[in-house]
């Protein structure tokens, strides 16, 4: 059982940076993907926000290409989501996601809020 532990989410004025970070409980080269993916309210469907596959490939959403970055520290087996010039739309719950074996595995969530 693959779990995660997100941090670094809060409050923060439009144009700021936070960075996200999801420490995972084994090595991050047994996951074929990690990804962060946000959900703007309850019930609304998760959308990708950016991934980094075991090789290193990266892929963005397009509404955040430019402004975030996601990287990770292999020793520390933690994924990280750099983001700055943040707008107000980017307020959600931030979730990390990994993929072992086909599976996916969630994190808690991480609350993200940009104020005007």
């Known amino acids: 059982q693959v779990q995660l532990v997100e941090s670094g989410g809060g409050l923060v004025q439009a144009g700021g940076s936070l960075r996200l970070s999801c420490a995972a409980s084994?090595?991050?080269?047994?996951?074929?993907?990690m990804g962060w993916y946000r959900q703007e309210a309850p019930g609304k469907q998760h959308e990708l926000v950016a991934?980094?596959?075991?090789?290193?490939?990266?892929n963005y959403a397009d509404s955040v290409k430019g402004r975030f970055t996601i990287s990770r520290d292999t020793a520390k087996n933690t994924v990280y989501l750099q983001m700055n010039s943040l707008k107000t739309e980017d307020t959600a719950v931030y979730y990390c996601?990994?993929?072992?074996?086909?599976?996916?595995?969630w994190g808690q969530g991480t609350q993200v809020t940009v104020s005007s």
């Open positions: 996601a990994v993929y072992q074996a086909g599976v996916p595995y």
């Open positions: 084994g090595s991050i080269f047994s996951f074929s993907r």
């Open positions: 991934a980094i596959t075991r090789g290193g490939s990266t």
